[in-house]
């Protein structure tokens, strides 16, 4: 049983304190907060889990195995840094670190201990997400053109981060998952609108070789509740609509055939339009089943497919849009 520390415990600390003590192959045996209301809660819900307002009581604690982190960025890299040198393994929130120089220094740092990193890249255990990854394996939608993603609501507004850093970072996961390319370069523009130098609207545009182009809008300031990501293929499109109860994944066999007739200019486009159907979603809960993999990567090296260096592609691309946007949409290489 791989016995779980817990920093944080706000707004998303209580699902990951909730998943760790129920899934199978771990257990939560301590949980820090600064917050004593908080404390108060975890003792009432969990009688049995340890409480602490000192971090450095939790990462020296001898009876924990491994540390989840579900705090703000800013404190990603020395919380990281600070368990992993203590001899424990990490499980941290998204996004990874807020610079790739962080980044790459928690991964030297876990390698050279032997060590195991995940990054809290929820969407990735979805039964949704790897319906789309065995759809795009199988070649059902043949060679991929588009990757458009809009992910928008109203609030939560963080104290901290732009809205590319607090949302986009789902969708940068999926579609680095999902495409197995690597962007190289990209465009983002967007605006704050309360004088706080956050940005609540942003549009980021990742192009690759191979002309595939990905798109993906994030949002603080939508009237509405947005969470689609249309896929265009050579053969098919599929649409995900995460917020449907029942037919999540939708594939229509809709394409478009463009060439030149031989001795003229003019082009020739057939369009085709066929069947939709939707594929079964297997309907588990993503937050667990990644509890599950973290708890046997850390134990039998299992591997996955939200280690360090998918992290690390993560912020890359982060960083890069966040210059792009400070730069007011001038391209920049990732």
Not at 8 to 17: D, T
Request: proline share 3%.
């Amino acid at each position: 049983m791989l016995r779980i520390g817990v920093i944080g415990y706000g707004y998303w600390g209580p699902n990951i304190v909730r998943n760790f003590s129920t899934a199978n192959g771990s257990e939560v045996i301590m949980v820090c907060d600064m917050n004593q209301q908080a404390l108060k809660k975890i003792k009432k819900a969990y009688p049995q889990i340890n409480v602490t307002d000192n971090i450095d009581e939790l990462i020296k604690n001898p009876e924990v195995d491994a540390i989840a982190i579900v705090t703000p960025v800013f404190t990603h890299h020395e919380l990281a840094k600070k368990a992993l040198e203590a001899g424990k393994s990490v499980f941290l929130e998204k996004p990874f670190t807020y610079t790739v120089a962080e980044a790459e220094e928690l991964i030297e740092l876990a390698a050279k201990k032997n060590l195991k990193l995940m990054v809290d890249h929820t969407f990735l255990y979805s039964g949704a997400v790897r319906k789309i990854r065995q759809l795009i394996d199988d070649g059902i939608l043949g060679d991929l053109y588009y990757f458009d993603s809009v992910r928008v609501n109203l609030g939560l507004f963080q104290h901290d981060v732009n809205v590319i850093w607090d949302l986009a970072p789902h969708d940068i996961s999926i579609m680095d998952y999902c495409i197995d390319e690597k962007p190289q370069a990209v465009v983002a523009t967007g605006v704050g609108h309360f004088s706080r130098g956050l940005e609540d609207v942003a549009y980021l545009t990742f192009y690759y070789d191979h002309n595939i182009i990905a798109h993906i809008n994030v949002n603080w300031l939508s009237p509405v509740k947005v969470r689609t990501t249309l896929i265009g293929g050579e053969k098919k499109m599929l649409v995900w609509n995460d917020l449907e109860p029942d037919e999540k994944i939708k594939i229509y066999d809709k394409g478009v055939k463009v060439k030149t007739k031989e001795g003229q200019y003019n082009l020739l486009v057939d369009y085709r339009s066929g069947d939709m159907w939707a594929p079964k979603v297997e309907q588990t809960e993503a937050l667990k089943l990644m509890a599950e993999k973290f708890a046997d990567y850390v134990k039998n090296g299992e591997p996955i497919v939200n280690d360090g260096i998918a992290g690390l592609n993560n912020v890359k691309m982060l960083q890069a849009a966040n210059k792009s946007l400070k730069n007011k949409g001038a391209m920049v290489n990732i």
